[in-house]
């Protein structure tokens, strides 16, 4: 089965060890190693204040498993595991986590939701007194709650996701080959750059009032737009798009079926296609796989997952409305 969620998480969990660097392993591993030890680290600013200037704050280490990026932060001065998750517009804990940080005798607001790929959970927020995430503390400390239910075929349930609500206070480097995610303080002028060498893209986005940041790609000669999504183990185009293409139902009913999992357990049936060219702002992809679904996304009509940044460093720039982005060499 697919794992994708536009806005929540598939359910894994996490042994720690102090390792500075660990990954995680399947429960049942004879050495589990941990995702280690944040710290944080500021350097002063290349402009002033003015908006421009990759001003480094901290950094925190991911660990890959079933092909979701796991991350380790702080809420209330106590450490929970949550995905990493650039397509979720909220970051959310779940009751469960909640109770054990203690953080439940604090005032729950209800009437929120959180929204599927194909329905909505009725949610409440609360505001915690303290975020951390790579030793820096986040801005924005108001978060959902939801039961989510999200099965794994190995482990248990993860705390919840990290999501584009609190990523977007900054300028976020996600290097998920060097397994890590770098925060830099936010950029908002035109001139912002990421802290690499080049060459690397420069792609100009849109930002939804979700914070999602969209960007047009190249589909088999066709443009559409597309969003990077870490929570999404696999890339999936919607069936609108699909049809834009040319493929009817009964071409996409020769590919190979696939199921789609939301985030309240909800299943999609899905298609895995083969695209002859995908290409974003000069990297190209020949022999894509991209599974085709009905998707509900008001901003893109292509997901692109962990399939295709695992091997690629991303820079989020939510501020200054752009992303960088380094090819594979």
Known sequence: MRQWLASMVTAAALAWTGGP????????ASSPRQIGSEYAS????????????????????????????IVKVFADGAPVTLLLDTGAEATVLTPAALQRIGAQRTHIELGRQVHGISGDVAAGELDLRSFMIGGVEAPRRRIRVAPIEIENDSTGPLDGVLGADTLSSFDVDLDLPGRRVILY?????????????????????????????????????????ALFDTGAQFSVLSMRAAQ????????LGSDPPVMVRGAVGEQLSAHAHRFSRLEVDGDVIRNAEIDVTEMRLGEAD?????????TRRVWLSYGSQQ???????
């Open 244 to 251: 834009a293409l040319g493929l009817s139902k009964k071409v």
């Open 21 to 28: 660097y660990g990954e995680a392993s399947p429960a049942g």
């Open 42 to 69: 500021v350097q002063p600013a290349a402009d002033g204040g003015r908006g421009c200037g990759a001003v480094r704050l901290g950094e925190t280490a991911v660990a890959m498993l079933r092909n979701e990026p």
């Open 302 to 310: 292509l997901v692109l997952g962990i399939d295709f940044l695992q």
């Open 185 to 225: 303080r936010e950029q908002t002028c035109a001139a912002a750059a990421p802290a690499w060498a080049p060459p690397y893209a420069r792609i100009a986005v849109g930002r939804s009032p979700s914070n999602r940041l969209y960007f047009p790609a190249q589909l088999d000669g066709r443009t559409i737009n």
């Open 323 to 329: 992303l960088f982005l380094m090819r594979r060499t």
